[in-house]
């Protein structure tokens, strides 16, 4: 059997490294980790990792074209949005399959998403664009409208994105994202995205989430994710994603439909995409597609089968993918599936959560992760960016999935200390 080598392109710790890892070493692949770490530092945490800085992508992808003539490479994959500029742009370099680094650039900036989006004719909600320095203090912006949402053009989880229904509240609103924008965290990011902000229209309606990959240009959808607890604002904290979807066989039609015109609009070809959409009675609005999985845990609700084989995990079938096996004939288990992401309750610093064993034994939960560790700063969104951990169902309905991950939920007891404790 020949030995593949994959280059796995992501944060310096994270979850799915461990997803990775644990499916390369089943499938018999070599995994190669390139991380945004110092290069002067001798391997710290004995990983073998191929040391890049994110903020500078051409430096990035010489050296791993570099660390490529030694051990060279049959695919690459990213986790996360900056890695996957990078991912990108050395599979570009090193004439690999893979998105085309300026549509991973489009794709992972809301700004250049809604232009893009528009000029295909696809439904976008009106939007403007400010410098990140601007003052609301003289008036307001010509053709802003209520309700609107401001948000910073590429942070994730729901961090900095704030719906405004009145026009004295959009600036306090905007000054928010500022601040987020101007920490330390942000600056250190060197991302050039962070100069501006984004106001654009609320879009009402369902939100669903699509997981897929492309295969040259053309979609295959892995999955489409319910979130039954409403995102209507003021703050957008995602909690729970449930499959298979409610939504009827003409609503999935016209969202595999509006989403491959999305993928072309914005000039991905190849490799994995997580997706976002608003439904209403105008239609679906792609709100977003990004050029890398699902992130964190939530690739543990999807397990997958092709003919009569032990299940596949989403990393699994993205390793082959990568290496360019054909993944057509896999197909998601017939059982629901649902994750709650454990919302972050109040900003502080996280000691405990209690009662985990409890929330473990209701019917249908399959597991309960605590990611948060103790004394780590955490706050919900539109400050934060992370989560307590997971929760995770599966059950013979969606809604019965959901039942159990609330539920769950309810039985956990968590302890997080105010800041004012520490001043």
Avoid at 161 to 176: M, N, P
Wanted: net charge negative; charged share 25%.
């Amino acid at each position: 059997m020949p030995i593949f080598r994959v280059l796995l392109v992501a944060e310096t710790t994270g979850y799915q490294i461990r997803s990775f890892q644990e499916a390369a070493q089943q499938l018999g692949v070599e995994l190669l980790l390139a991380t945004d770490r110092c290069h002067v530092l001798d391997d710290p945490w004995r990983d073998g990792a191929v040391p890049i800085r994110f903020y500078d992508e051409l430096g990035a992808v010489n050296i791993i074209q570099e660390a490529a003539i030694d051990r060279p490479l049959d695919g690459i994959i990213a986790v996360g949005d900056r890695p996957a500029v990078i991912a990108a742009a050395a599979a570009h370099a090193l004439g690999l399959d893979g998105h085309k680094p300026d549509a991973v650039r489009a794709s992972g900036n809301k700004l250049m998403t809604r232009h893009r989006l528009r000029e295909h004719g696809l439904l976008v909600p009106w939007f403007l664009d400010f410098p990140v320095d601007v003052t609301l203090s003289s008036g307001l912006p010509l053709g802003v409208s209520f309700p609107c949402v401001v948000k910073p053009l590429s942070m994730a989880a729901s961090c900095g994105v704030i719906r405004v229904d009145r026009a004295e509240d959009l600036a306090a609103a905007v000054s928010r994202v500022q601040g987020l924008l101007g920490r330390s965290k942000t600056r250190a990011l060197r991302d050039p995205s962070s100069q501006k902000l984004l106001i654009e229209a609320y879009i009402p309606g369902r939100e669903v989430a699509i997981e897929g990959v492309l295969t040259q240009g053309r979609l295959q959808v892995f999955a489409i994710f319910d979130k039954p607890n409403p995102l209507e604002g003021p703050f957008f904290e995602e909690t729970i994603y449930v499959t298979p979807s409610e939504c009827s066989l003409d609503e999935r039609r016209c969202i595999s439909e509006n989403l491959q015109r999305a993928i072309e609009a914005l000039g991905l070809s190849h490799g994995p995409i997580h997706a976002e959409c608003r439904l209403n009675t105008d239609g679906v609005f792609v709100l977003e597609i990004a050029a890398r999985p699902i992130g964190g845990l939530c690739s543990k609700t999807l397990r997958f089968y092709e003919q009569d084989t032990k299940y596949a995990t989403l990393e699994s079938v993205l390793l082959r993918h990568a290496i360019g096996d054909p993944v057509t004939g896999y197909r998601r288990e017939k059982q629901a599936a649902g994750v709650m992401m454990i919302p972050i309750p109040s900003e502080g610093r996280f000691r405990h959560v209690g009662g985990v064993e409890t929330a473990k034994a209701v019917k249908c939960v399959e597991e309960v992760v605590i990611t948060a560790k103790r004394d780590q700063l955490i706050a919900p969104p539109p400050n934060g960016d992370s989560y307590l951990g997971f929760i995770f169902a599966r059950g013979s309905k969606s809604d019965e999935v959901v039942e159990a991950l609330r539920t769950a939920h309810e039985r956990l007891k968590i302890e997080i200390l105010p800041l004012v404790q520490f001043l």
